[in-house]
């Protein structure tokens, strides 16, 4: 507080709050977070989930820059990050190891904005600026992720599946690589051989034998087992991107413990020595 004269009324410096860059910085923040702690940790990404709690911390930021208080001191914030990760992991397997994940990434982001600020004193922060540290954290963060998956060993599991009422029993690479999701559900997707399903399909079997994903679910869509049980799952690698097949298992197990979060594609090139699918 400064006092411009003698008797005069003291006054407090007025802070400018732009409502429309606080809401935008802290939702991006937000979001681009809790979906690098999803991949770090290898769980479904749930976008929908991500973007509500993203909404939340823009708000509580913007609540905090305009009223301060409670709401901008070291307990408000640990409020509102514990708030968040129940909004964005909240029911997820391994919470405790996402919310820890958020908070490590949301450190290191902070730290290199405040890193940011001592390259440059006395520069403000402008939206420009802070989205090329935002896409830059982003490409640092997914170098190190896929370093991190690089140097993980890979493992063969025991997959046993169940669908249209019979089981099929397989091996399946634990690749931490396999990124494939579904973009509706955000679940995750492991890709298995068609042969290692023939038991499953029965006298369906051969309809998965036809190149084109679209045709296989135009020919589904005449049968009453299939009816509405079969989706497309859009995929990209290198040099090559398309749909595969997908579906919902009515069970899996792998390695004896019952998975519920993921979906089963379809594709040929998902064997080789010594497995069948592709985790």
Do not use: Q
């Amino acid at each position: 507080m400064t006092k411009s004269a003698p008797g005069a009324a003291y006054t407090v410096p007025m802070r400018i709050v732009w409502v429309d860059v606080c809401f935008a910085v802290n939702f991006a923040a937000d979001y681009l977070l809790c979906l690098l702690a999803a991949r770090l940790c290898s769980a479904p990404l749930r976008r929908g989930r991500y973007a509500l709690a993203a909404l939340f911390g823009a708000l509580w930021a913007l609540a905090a820059a305009i009223a301060g208080g409670a709401l901008r001191a070291p307990s408000g914030k640990l409020l509102s990050a514990a708030a968040l990760c129940l909004v964005a992991f909240g029911g997820e397997r391994g919470f405790a190891r996402l919310c820890a994940a958020f908070l490590a990434l949301s450190a290191a982001l902070g730290g290199a904005l405040w890193a940011l600020t001592l390259a440059f004193p006395g520069a403000p922060l402008s939206p420009a600026a802070l989205t090329a540290a935002f896409v830059f954290f982003w490409a640092a963060a997914s170098v190190f992720l896929r370093g991190c998956a690089s140097r993980r060993e890979r493992e063969i599991a025991a997959v046993e599946l169940r669908f249209l009422g019979r089981s099929a029993c397989f091996r399946a690479l634990v690749d931490t690589g396999n990124s494939l999701s579904d973009p509706v559900s955000g679940a995750h997707v492991m890709v298995v051989s068609p042969a290692a399903l023939r038991g499953v399909f029965g006298e369906h079997a051969a309809l998965f034998s036809l190149a084109e994903p679209l045709e296989i679910l135009s020919c589904a869509d005449a049968l009453d087992a299939l009816r509405g049980r079969l989706r497309l799952v859009p995929y990209a690698s290198v040099g090559a991107r398309g749909f595969l097949v997908a579906f919902r298992p009515e069970r899996l197990e792998v390695s004896g413990r019952e998975r519920r979060d993921l979906l089963v594609a379809l594709s040929p090139s998902a064997s080789g020595d010594g497995f069948e699918g592709i985790l």
